[in-house]
């Protein structure tokens, strides 16, 4: 069975981090997309001629073209068109935040549950190269017990900085740095934070954050990211009673799609670091070069795929996503009392 899934928007979401990991995905097809401005509508002619467009999500439900939906507008506008998606008993992928709130992300889901469709949230990033190669590395017990992590994403990106009160980094960023750790590290008990602020014509907006989570097992992730301070570094920095591993990576897959290559045309070797950006593991037997594990942001769609036709868990659940948005509005908290705020 192949899964036919709609995309809802074409920006930097639909055009680079949806649309070509859809189509490179094992039981997917691209079966559409909602575009409307002229611009737009030109470029997904360019991108994918033989996929249909739509001018609105009800066109392309109306159609019948799809049996699940990824929803990539802007922040404000995907609460409403997942409910839309829900209501037509239609499977929905949500970019994250999917929600304004940690509560209304709940809502979502429990909307989900009743009509009987999957909602899953878009944290592809667990599927980054450093991330993988991190985390097998703590599989390995490579590391021994995890002490603390560091994860720092900076980028000298202001254009793509969402301005205004529903955007900020926190939610951008922040939604895919603190799933990250949630997935490395488990449950969070109490988080501190600091955040960045610039006044812009839309309105006070964080551009930079540092984030404290200490997690219920004791470890801690200690995180951080920018984009208006021209600098661009992914980092990554592991302490536990073995030794550290610390990599540098050129976030891989998103300069490839940037790049204008795309994962079909080269699945075996698709997304792995350079050598040049492999990490190294620092250990009592000395310092060992780490080769790159694979990213595979098509992982996500293949797993989606799975749990909807095996009545599974999709790869992140509304609950899941929701506890992310929690933590996210705990630093909020955090931030704006100066007080470490624990997790209920």
């Known amino acids: 069975m192949t899964l036919r899934i709609g995309c809802v928007g074409y920006g930097t979401g639909g055009r680079h981090f949806h649309t070509p990991f859809i189509a490179a995905a094992k039981g997917c097809e691209l079966a559409g997309i909602v575009a409307r401005a002229p611009a737009t509508i030109e470029a997904v002619r360019e991108d994918w001629p033989d996929t249909p467009i739509f001018p609105s999500l009800t066109a392309m439900i109306e159609a019948g073209v799809c049996d699940a939906v990824t929803i990539t507008t802007p922040p404000q506008t995907r609460r409403e068109l997942v409910l839309e998606a829900i209501a037509a008993g239609v499977h929905v992928i949500a970019d994250k935040p999917f929600a304004p709130s940690a509560a209304e992300a709940r809502a979502l889901g429990e909307a989900a549950d009743q009509a009987g469709v999957t909602l899953a949230v878009y944290q592809n990033r667990r599927f980054d190269a450093d991330m993988q190669t991190l985390a097998k590395l703590i599989r390995e017990d490579a590391l021994g017990q995890i002490w603390r992590v560091h994860s720092r994403m900076d980028f000298d990106d202001p254009a793509t900085l969402e301005a205004g009160p529903t955007g900020g980094l926190l939610r951008d960023l922040g939604s895919h740095l603190v799933d990250q750790m949630i997935w490395l590290q488990g449950a969070v008990r109490t988080v501190e934070a600091h955040m960045d602020y610039v006044d812009l014509p839309e309105g006070k907006t964080d551009a930079g954050f540092t984030i404290t989570l200490?997690?219920?097992?004791?470890?801690?992730?200690?995180?951080?990211?920018?984009?208006?301070?021209?600098?661009?570094?992914?980092?990554?920095?592991?302490?536990?009673?073995?030794?550290?591993?610390?990599?540098?990576?050129?976030?891989?897959q998103a300069q490839l799609i940037f790049a204008g290559k795309r994962p079909l045309n080269d699945l075996a070797g698709w997304g792995y670091e350079p050598q040049s950006h492999w990490g190294t593991l620092h250990v009592a037997s000395g310092d060992h070069a780490v080769p790159s594990e694979q990213g595979r942001y098509h992982d996500y769609y293949e797993a989606f795929a799975r749990s909807i036709a095996e009545g599974t868990p999709p790869p992140v659940t509304a609950e899941q996503g929701a506890y992310t948005l929690a933590v996210l509005d705990a630093a909020r908290e955090s931030a704006t009392t100066g007080k470490t705020v624990e997790m209920g």
């Not at 997690?215 to 550290?244: D, F, P, Q, V």
Request: glycine share 10%.
């Open 214 to 252: 200490c997690h219920t097992s004791g470890a801690r992730s200690h995180i951080s990211a920018s984009k208006l301070n021209h600098l661009h570094c992914r980092e990554l920095r592991a302490y536990g009673t073995k030794g550290s591993y610390v990599g540098q990576s050129t976030d891989v």
